[in-house]
């Protein structure tokens, strides 16, 4: 994997991508324009833009996502 996380997709025996990606569901705005979607990889959470799905990626940890996902949280309701 590199410094983006490009290329820390899981693979089957094929070699083929089996990377799930799931849209977070409070990234869609109005115009659906700014969309966040994620991923379960073998050590890391996956991050990347839905609308540029080959581009940069994220690979964080799960402890440090988590602590991400619970700042956004608290910020938002502050």
Do not use: H, Q
Request: aromatic share 2%.
């Amino acid at each position: 994997m590199d410094a983006t996380g490009a290329g820390a997709e899981n693979t089957n025996s094929g070699g083929a991508a089996m990377t799930e990606w799931r849209k977070s569901s409070r990234s869609a705005t109005s115009d659906n324009t700014s969309c966040v979607e994620v991923a379960a990889l073998a050590r890391n959470i996956g991050v990347r833009d839905s609308k540029d799905p080959d581009g940069p990626r994220l690979a964080l940890p799960t402890d440090t996502w988590r602590v991400l996902v619970e700042r956004l949280k608290r910020d938002a309701t502050a």
